[in-house]
DNA sequence: GCCTGATGTCGCCGCCCGGCGACATCGATT
DNA sequence: AATCGATGTCGCCGGGCGGCGACATCAGGC
């Protein structure tokens, strides 16, 4: 075999920058919280375009650009680094949704609640990632989607009572459950679409698709609220 | 060299029966039909209780206690067994949920949709394996998951129509999309409940929280049809 | 200069996966 | 009895995974 060369090892292993079109070229030169970054949005966007499934030390390490050692040693392994995008959730709703009533004045719970889903409703189509999570919670009950389940629940509840102001539901109406409801529906109909175009039957596709759907979801709206 | 033991091999390689109550502890002796069935209860079994995360070829053929590479042999893989679900589902509506109106007089659509609103609920709260596979369609989009996807989609449309006979939805709602809604929250609620015993702040573990939970679907449905 | 700790890298380990070739065993037909 | 196809079993292969030990490289204090 090889006579012992002298260097140890090939100065151009595996030319990871050119297998790695999606981030900026960077060097990060011993820049740990730049290396933090990198790693927490590499996961982000991994979870995000491939979903929980092939979500991994070895898919984020890839995808980050770096060794997979620092992921332990920065976060203490895929949950710790999981912990890590459940806090950025607390300012998913401040970033995606406007807190203003859009030049509208709210008069009656059902104003509010109508805007609100459809708020919801375009923000999730928005958010590959928030997308992901949803699906994640749903499919699996382990500590890590728990974790990141409560911080995307808190962050939605809290958004919630925001918006809500002093406006109060008609009496005799179970606000709680009739809502979770609603955002059931929504959350279920953004993870059919994004994932085969349709739900029981309703094509979701073209943009006339969604407005069938949102004119079906403020009806509804509408009909438990008036 | 094998010292042949008398039996061919270990009559309890895994309590196969104790966590299969479905099929019956017959000695297989060569027997493709029986084979074939136990592979099929073993994939619904696995797939019911573990969830599409570990569904595989390895992981079927020890619960089936055979062989995987019977698997291949008589479904052509992990493809064609999925295929072999599917088409049970085709006879999921009839098994599970009753034809007749349960002695109610069906007389307006609204009534309609209540009843099989809640008939749906509780179809989908008794039936874990249907539970993994709506799960399944929102999170991935492979061609098995197509498959599945299509032939619940099938039977499902076709027990709606076959249920509502005559009547006609009100004029100016269009059903397609709120049924399309309703079975979306419906099932996204039962999936919740199964993965984190609640939804958006609802709880749904004790029967009284899906007391109220069914009480806020009623409400919508009667809210938008009357 | 030199040492030390922080930062980044490499390569190994054991495990499980899907896929498949090769073989063993049985039953029926001849 | 001999044969042959159907049925069942065994073990290998390449690969990816999580986890981690060992090492290389650099920055800064002494």
Sequence with gaps: MKPESPMLNDPMPLTPIASAPQAEPEKRVRDRGATEKAILNAAKALLAEEGFQNFGINAV???AGCDKQLIYRYYGGLNGLVDAIGADLGTWVKDRIPEDTGGMFLLTYGDLMERLSLLFLQALRDDPLMRRIVAWEVSENTEQVRRLSEARSKALAAWLERMRGSLAPPKGVDAVAVNAILIAAIQHIVLSASAGGQCAGLALK??????????ALKRIVRGVYG
Tied chains: 1, 2.
């Design 61 to 63: 390490a890839r995808k």
């Design 206 to 215: 073209a943009s006339k698709d969604w407005d069938k759907a949102e004119a």
